[in-house]
């Protein structure tokens, strides 16, 4: 059973920075994608951003030139690095790792963004 643990959450300013975590139980390459969703209270989660196994990544609209996602197969890591980061990104962001039709999510990680 794959398992995603998700750290570096919490509470910042608007214009602050946070770089997410999510640490996987296996080698990240075996997956065809990662990629990290947000939920924020009452909304449907949505899609963040995403890299493959080859290393391209895509971003929503919403995060695009402020949100970068990368990856270290040695820590077994995904980063999403936040920066001038809005009222509007505070959500509680999910990781997401997938091969063909299975994916497995991680618990969670809460960012707080205050005006």
């Known amino acids: 059973q794959v398992q995603l643990v998700e750290t570096g959450g919490g509470l910042v300013q608007a214009g602050g920075s946070l770089r997410l975590s999510c640490v996987a139980s296996?080698?990240?390459?075996?997956?065809?994608?990662m990629r990290w969703y947000r939920q924020a209270p009452g909304e449907q989660r949505e899609f963040v951003a995403d890299?493959?196994?080859?290393?391209?990544?895509n971003y929503a609209e919403s995060v695009k030139d402020r949100f970068t996602i990368s990856r270290d197969g040695a820590k077994k890591t995904v980063y999403l690095q936040m920066n001038s980061l809005k009222p509007e990104d505070t959500a509680v962001y999910y990781c997401?790792?997938?091969?063909?039709?299975?994916?497995?999510w991680g618990q969670g990680t809460q960012v707080t963004v205050t005006s």
């Open positions: 296996e080698n990240i390459f075996n997956f065809n994608v």
């Open positions: 997401n790792a997938a091969i063909l039709r299975q994916n497995w």
């Open positions: 890299i493959n196994v080859g290393g391209k990544a």
